[in-house]
């Protein structure tokens, strides 16, 4: 037996100890006629309705109370037994009334292990970062994700998953984006809601975070994120409000920055005016970890729950609220209130009705899962002279650098999952938050050379340029890696750490036949660009990263991965050419202008400066090569249908995403001239054609009017662009709209 399935053995048999709990649950079921809201009959309203009127005081105080799930020095503290110890948090139940434990676990690539913790690390499958599931622009493919990290969940103890990240990447430089779905509303709503979707069909909650303009990591804690209503409203505020019509999220976690000067966690127009009065939201909202700052005006502005005790500076919802609530600061249908959103979207998903059972896990499965999502999401930004995919011409090949001998890099933080087998590279990066840098054990180098077909390959570490140009010159290809560590809590610089461009440099300059793969999560600037013969983005690939790479780098499957984001040509092109903030003053209060941009997000804005992009947003090569035909506007009852034809005409099977970008004829009266409209992921073969209908969501033809709360369209001509990527259009149409008006709690079919 490998080392890998023993491990996988001992996890089951380690898990099934605790099944006694879940037990003792599912009998706490049975009891229906005394506790008639344990009746799955009953609809989630009725039940949470019912579970309110019995509970105490005490009980309900109980649930609106979170702890952090694991041990900590400063302040010392230690979970209840009962908690999963390393875990992100732990909500106690009430055995009384059949209420379950909320178990918490980070994140959006698969189950963490908060690295304060004194217990051994789960190890777990890991999704390729965020940012890459968004690349792959096909929203079954994070579908199928989610589901099998929300199955790790729910085999590992926990009924909350902290997933769903949708901050939009205002800045490149924001050192989350890699757990985010990119830059554009729709991609990322859709992308990050068909993720969420999947973890809850697995009986459990998902939020969905950081609620909202959490757009840098550099003062996070405290830096005010400037903007007025419509512009959040039409970037943003519409990427959550896609996601959570796609998903429905149990909860929504506020984050830690403060927007327009107010606390996120304490913000009445972003807690109870958009999100449950504008958009109807039933779920209930939980702070971040340390983002409570207050007990009356937080709950009073729609905080729910108060996450992880210890991490704020006081236990806000315990005793203060108990008291608050008890002088009328906080009203108590309030209280009522945060308790029965808590409960409601228990019921909703399922917890009350089935009891988390720790389990064993198919690893070898989900590998098959995390290895399609990365292999969709790894982008070919550039192909020259027939590079890639790997040819059987080449005799020697080079594989330098990032440690592509023995694995792939992923992204650190309270979403780090710890690799199954343990770590590629031991002792890297920070001993405490957000480390360690975690290599998972999946080489690149290994798995390239199983596909080998008479080529040799050789590798070298990189930490001598002279020495790796020496071999890239004495080799027929070369492979070099760069790479660029991302980590919650620090933003980093667009250009590669540790002197990278000066060996990517080097050894393209000694052979024009190179491939420069990127690691990284986001974009950087590429100063080698011209020199390297091939470039590939596979951002953090996750458990089975080198086995995608290889299968993308050698052809076995298309390269179909597109920019969810833009890759800058330099940091002056951006909103902010400097982040604002001071990392070395993290207590520090700041303030970030993002009405300077407003909507025009990323590619909106620079197609609105007519700035030229490294890389634009949208863009990928395929093995295959693609035509688009016919290009139809249909408007039926006011809604705009655009149609056309993709047609393979390479010689191999390929998948290509085409994009439909709308804006104003003429280009004026949008934050920018045009918007992503619409996208589909087709897998054609060589020859075969398919025709593509994409309905445009009325939101992305208007503009939002704070004043009266409506999305408006003006009357008159739009032109519909279809292209490859948001600057490759390979067709127009003009379309002519009639004017609407939609209410601000207007949903998307
Ligand atoms: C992060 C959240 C995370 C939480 C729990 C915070 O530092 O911002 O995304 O879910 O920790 O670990």
Known sequence: MKRQQMRGLAMALMLTTALPVAVAHAQAAHSVAAKPWLNPKLSPDQRADLIVAQMTQDEKLTLVFGYFGSNQEKPKFTPAPEARMGSAGYIPGIPRLGVPPQWETDAGVGVATQRESSDPYLERTSLPAGIATAATWNPEVAFKGGAMIGSEARSSGFNVQLAGGVNLARDPRNGRNFEYGGEDPLLAGTMVGAQIRGIQSNNIISTIKHWALNGQETNRMTVSSNISDSAARMSDFLAFEFAIEKSNPGSVMCAYNRINSTYACESQWLLNDVLKKDWGYKGYVMSDWGATHSTAKAANAGLDQESAY????????????????????????????????????????????HPVVKGPIDFAAHGKITQADAEEGIVLLKNEHGLLPLAGQARKIAVIGSHADVGVLSGGGSSQVFPIGGAAVKGLGPKGFPGPIVYHPSSPLKALQARAKGATYVYNDGTDPAAAAKLAAESDLVIVFGHQWAAESADYSLTLADNQDALIDAVASANPKTVVVLETGGAVLMPWANKAGAIVEAWFPGTNGGEALARVLTGEVDASGRLPVTFPASADQLPRPTIDGDASQPEAFFDTNYDIEGAAVGYKWFDKKGLTPLFPFGHGLSYASFAYSGLKTSVVKDQLTVSFVVRNTGKVAGKDTPQVYVGPKGGKGWEAPRRLAGFKKV????????????????????????KAKTWNRTAGAYEVSLGASSRDVKAKADVTLAAQKLPVSYKGQ
């Open 310 to 353: 210890t991490f704020d500076k006081e236990p806000f919802f315990g005793a203060p609220l108990k008291e608050a609530v008890a002088k009328g600061a906080v009203p108590q249908a309030r209280l009522d209130d945060m308790v029965r959103r808590i409960t409601r979207s228990m019921f909703v998903h399922g917890l009350f009705d």
């Open 683 to 706: 897998a054609l073969a060589p020859g075969a054609a398919t025709t593509v209908s994409v309905a445009v969501d009325p939101r992305l033809l208007s503009t939002f009017d704070s």
